[in-house]
T-cell receptor
Framework: DAGVTQSPTHLIKTRGQQVTLRCSPKSGHDTVSWYQQALGQGPQFIFQYYEEEERQRGNFPDRFSGHQFPNYSSELNVNALLLGDSALYLC????????????FGQGTRLTVV | RKEVEQDPGPFNVPEGATVAFNCTYSNSASQSFFWYRQDCRKEPKLLMSVYSSGNEDGRFTAQLNRASQYISLLIRDSKLSDSATYLCVVNGRTARQLTFGSGTQLTVLP
């Protein structure tokens, strides 16, 4: 039973570019949440997807957008990259409507130069 | 003020020591509380949920004080393998997002 998988594991981009990160949730899970973790900080909630719709959003600008596909996998897109977007991006999967454990992927480490 | 605040750390303790981490949260409507563990350059993993009555899992004991909006984690008989960052996490009443503290780094020394 595969857990949460994210790709790529590492990425280097230049300021102003756009990036797409991908996440496949744990088998049986239908909800995907994305988090940004800067160095030395805890993860910060970006947004959450369920039934292919954004259900909740944290305090992130519109440069951050996402999508969920019918197979529950998800993408995080960041446009007009800034140096400050350098971070570990974590995907967490869970079941909607239940207070169950959220499982995290290993993350994508994005470096913006 | 941050929504979830933790001891800044780092904590460096000898093997066998008892160590306690504290955390406060600002949203009184919060309903679910957790401690996550994060190893260096890895993803966070759930260590334990925290219940109002307090709960224990082996060497780990978690306590919740809703009136004071305070959460604690006690680790007894520390092992080298306990070295990690411990994240205090809160989930709101209707929001299903997790709000993390900045984490407290623990190093258990031989």
């Amino acid at each position: 039973d595969a857990g949460v998988t994210q790709s790529p594991t590492h990425l280097i981009k230049t300021r102003g570019q756009q990036v797409t990160l991908r996440c496949s949730p744990k088998s049986g899970h239908d909800t995907v949440s994305w988090y940004q973790q800067a160095l030395g900080q805890g993860p910060q909630f970006i947004f959450q997807y369920y039934e292919e719709e954004e259900r909740q959003r944290g305090n992130f600008p519109d440069r951050f957008s996402g999508h969920q596909f019918p197979n529950y996998s998800s993408e995080l897109n960041v446009n007009a990259l800034l140096l400050g977007d350098s971070a570990l991006y974590l995907c967490a999967s869970s079941l909607w409507g239940l207070d169950t454990e959220a499982f995290f992927g290993q993350g994508t480490r994005l470096t913006v130069v | 003020r941050k929504e979830v605040e933790q001891d800044p750390g780092p904590f460096n303790v000898p093997e066998g020591a008892t160590v306690a981490f504290n955390c406060t949260y600002s949203n009184s409507a919060s309903q679910s509380f957790f401690w996550y563990r994060q190893d260096c350059r890895k993803e966070p993993k759930l260590l334990m949920s925290v219940y109002s009555s307090g709960n224990e899992d082996g060497r780990f004991t978690a306590q919740l004080n809703r009136a004071s909006q305070y959460i604690s984690l006690l680790i007894r008989d520390s092992k080298l393998s306990d070295s990690a960052t411990y994240l205090c996490v809160v989930n709101g009443r209707t929001a299903r997002q997790l709000t993390f503290g900045s984490g407290t780094q623990l190093t258990v020394l031989p």
